[in-house]
């Protein structure tokens, strides 16, 4: 029986090497959606109907396939922090994380012809009190303009965080563990 093939519904290389510790075989195709929600949502919500926007899209070109979409957000005192626009913007938000905790939120679909499971994981994230001039050294590093919350934990971002609770992975954009739990759950097997 030939192996159920698996999309990850991404463009981010972050997703992409977290998939790959799975050791499922895979493609990538980088889903066209319009990611606007309304600001009635809750995290949780926005990153679960993105996730599955994501995932719908690349399901309707290849519908026999396993489909994952993810979406991650940050968000501080109540408001989302998206992917900084502007140095500016990047540095604002660096700005209103410095010294604070603040919550990941990781949308993620999995679809296929069979069924569908869409979950989110919620990470804390404490950041150490951020001088100007460690805001600026980041900032010119280029890492945090394609970044939610304008950080990447898994790069120089990692000197900005104090501790984490929760799941490293889901910070970083892919909960695997819970994931791979959810691939078994809809049948698909590892190669032998």
């Known amino acids: 029986m030939p192996h159920p093939h698996l999309?990850?519904?991404s463009s981010s290389p972050r997703r992409k090497d977290l998939l790959e510790k799975l050791s499922f075989?895979?493609?990538?195709y980088s889903p066209n959606v319009d990611e606007s929600v309304s600001k009635e949502l809750s995290p949780s919500e926005i990153v679960s109907i993105l996730a599955l926007r994501k995932a719908n899209n690349i399901a309707l070109k290849f519908?026999?396939?396993?489909?994952?979409?993810?979406d991650t957000i940050v968000?501080?005192?109540g408001i989302v922090l998206g992917k900084p626009?502007?140095?500016?913007?990047g540095e604002q938000m660096l700005k209103q994380l410095s010294g604070r905790?603040?919550?990941?939120?990781?949308?993620v679909a999995v679809v296929n012809t069979n069924e569908t499971k869409v979950f989110y994981d919620k990470t804390d994230v404490e950041f150490w009190e951020l001088s100007t001039t460690l805001i600026n050294q980041y900032l010119d590093s280029g890492e945090p303009f394609d970044k939610a919350g304008a950080y990447g934990i898994q790069g120089y971002g990692a000197l900005l965080v104090k501790s984490i609770i929760g799941d490293y992975y889901s910070v970083?954009?892919?909960?695997?563990?819970?994931?791979s739990r959810i691939l078994l759950e809809m049948g698909l097997t590892h190669p032998k």
Do not use: M
């Open 85 to 89: 626009q502007c140095r500016e913007e």
């Open 75 to 77: 968000v501080c005192d």
């Open 25 to 28: 075989p895979f493609t990538t």
């Open 101 to 107: 905790t603040h919550s990941v939120y990781t949308g």
């Open 172 to 179: 970083v954009g892919l909960p695997i563990s819970r994931l």
């Open 7 to 9: 999309i990850l519904a």
């Open 63 to 70: 519908p026999q396939a396993y489909i994952i979409g993810s």
